[in-house]
C-alpha cells in the first residue's frame, strides 16, 4: 500500500537557523508530490508541489523541495528560518493513476525560538 | 465566503448516536475530498466525490460511514452509531477538478469528540 513517512515529529530551531524536513513516500509508479502548511488556527494550504521537471522546485515564502527519484523522497527546505514558520507541515503523495487523492504522511511540528 | 466552509466547527456526542457533517464548497469546484485526521497524525483519505459521484469510496472506515454529494454543492458525511475511535477532525478540500494538478483548497475541519 501507498504510504509516506516523515522522520521527525516535532523540530526546534532557533530563527535563522536552516530546516530541512524529510519526506519518503513508498510507491513504485508516477507520483506528484506535495508539501502543506498549517499555520496556528488556520486551515491548511499548499506550500510547493512537483509534477514533472525540474526535480528543486520553489514554494512561498522561501520554501524549497527537491525530488530525488532513486532515494523516494521529496525533503522540504528552508535556508533561514523565521519565527513566522512555526506551524505543522506535511508532506503527501498523489499516485496519478488515482484522481486527486492525496496520501499524507504524519506531520511535523516546527517550533521557531524568537 | 470565498474559501470551503464546513459546520459544525465542533461537535461533542455520545457514544451510539449519528452525526452528519457538512461541506461547502468553493463555488464552481467540481471535486471534493474528505479526510480525517486523528489526534498525533497525519490525514487519512476517506472519499472523493467528482460532481454527485463518488469514483473512489476506499478509505471509508466501515459501512457506518456514509457520503452524499448534491450536484457540485454540498456534500454531507455521516457517521451513524458513533464509536470513540470515531473522533477526529474532519477535513474537507474541493478542487476545480479531478487531478493532482488541480490543488485542494482546505476547509477548517469539523473536531468531532465521542463520548
Known amino acids: 500500500a501507498q504510504s509516506v513517512s516523515q522522520h521527525n515529529h516535532h523540530v526546534i530551531l532557533s530563527e535563522a537557523a536552516s530546516l530541512e524536513l524529510g519526506c519518503n513516500y513508498s510507491y513504485g509508479g508516477t507520483v506528484n508530490l506535495f508539501w502543506y502548511v498549517q499555520y496556528p488556527g488556520q486551515h491548511l494550504q499548499l506550500l510547493l508541489k512537483y509534477f514533472s521537471g525540474d526535480p528543486l522546485v520553489k514554494g512561498i515564502k522561501g520554501f524549497e523541495a527537491e525530488f530525488i527519484k532513486s532515494k523516494f523522497s521529496f525533503n522540504l527546505r528552508k535556508p533561514s528560518v523565521q519565527w513566522s514558520d512555526t506551524a505543522e507541515y506535511f508532506c503527501a503523495v498523489n499516485n496519478r493513476n488515482q484522481g486527486g487523492k492525496l496520501i499524507f504522511g504524519q506531520g511535523t511540528e516546527l517550533s521557531v525560538k524568537p | 465566503g470565498a474559501g470551503v466552509s464546513q459546520s459544525p466547527s465542533n461537535k461533542v456526542t455520545e457514544k451510539g448516536k449519528d452525526v452528519e457533517l457538512r461541506c461547502d464548497p468553493i463555488?464552481?469546484?467540481?471535486?471534493l475530498y474528505w479526510y480525517r485526521q486523528r489526534l498525533g497524525q497525519g490525514l487519512e483519505f476517506l472519499i472523493y466525490f467528482q460532481g454527485n459521484s463518488a469514483p473512489d469510496k476506499s478509505g471509508l472506515p466501515s459501512d457506518r460511514f456514509s457520503a452524499e454529494r448534491t450536484g457540485e454543492s454540498v456534500s454531507t458525511l455521516t457517521i451513524q452509531r458513533t464509536q470513540q475511535e470515531d473522533s477526529a477532525v474532519y477535513l474537507c478540500?474541493?478542487?476545480?477538478?479531478?487531478?493532482?494538478?488541480?490543488?485542494?483548497?482546505f476547509g477548517d475541519g469539523t473536531r468531532l469528540s465521542i463520548l
Open positions: 463555488s464552481g469546484h467540481t471535486a
Open positions: 478540500a474541493s478542487s476545480l477538478g479531478v487531478g493532482s494538478h488541480q490543488p485542494q483548497h
